[in-house]
């Protein structure tokens, strides 16, 4: 079984800082609590290959971004949570007229039988309303700092 949720956000930046703001170390400026362990490369430098863990316990997520084109504002991850779900993360970036659009995906694949409860329990809904409040946490920070400074 694969359950696949794309949604999308607005960010009031330029899309070349809006798609910063989806890497690793861009998500540390208004993510709480987000502090990945930078295992390759141990800069935190995103790129295609890079790998990073996040989480404790049963949530323990190693990732690996598996495509990088900063060029096209595109990146795609790979997140493993060895006991319950692996999930294909991707995020698209495009310039509008105000700021830029970021479109959101994750398909989630679920790995042990208390993952296929989990990811059985997910809706489009719940998914949507994950990724507004991303759009809520970005805008709060907006707001307080006068640019992503990456």
Known sequence: MRRDFKHEIRV????????LLFTP???????PGWSPDYIFPA????????????G?????TIWTC??????????????????????????????????????????YVPLTIKGQGTVAAMTQDTFAASIDEWSVLIADYLCTNASPGR
């Open 12 to 19: 009031a930046l330029p899309v070349d800082e809006a798609f």
């Open 25 to 31: 170390k861009g998500e540390e400026a208004w993510v």
């Open 43 to 54: 800069t935190g430098e995103t790129g295609r290959d890079m790998i990073f863990r996040t």
């Open 56 to 60: 404790r316990g049963e949530e323990e």
């Open 66 to 107: 598996l495509d990088w084109q900063p060029d096209r504002y595109h990146v795609r991850y790979l997140r493993t949570t060895p006991t319950l779900r692996i999930a294909f993360v991707e995020v698209n970036c495009h310039a509008e007229e105000k700021g830029a659009r970021a479109v959101v995906s994750y398909g």
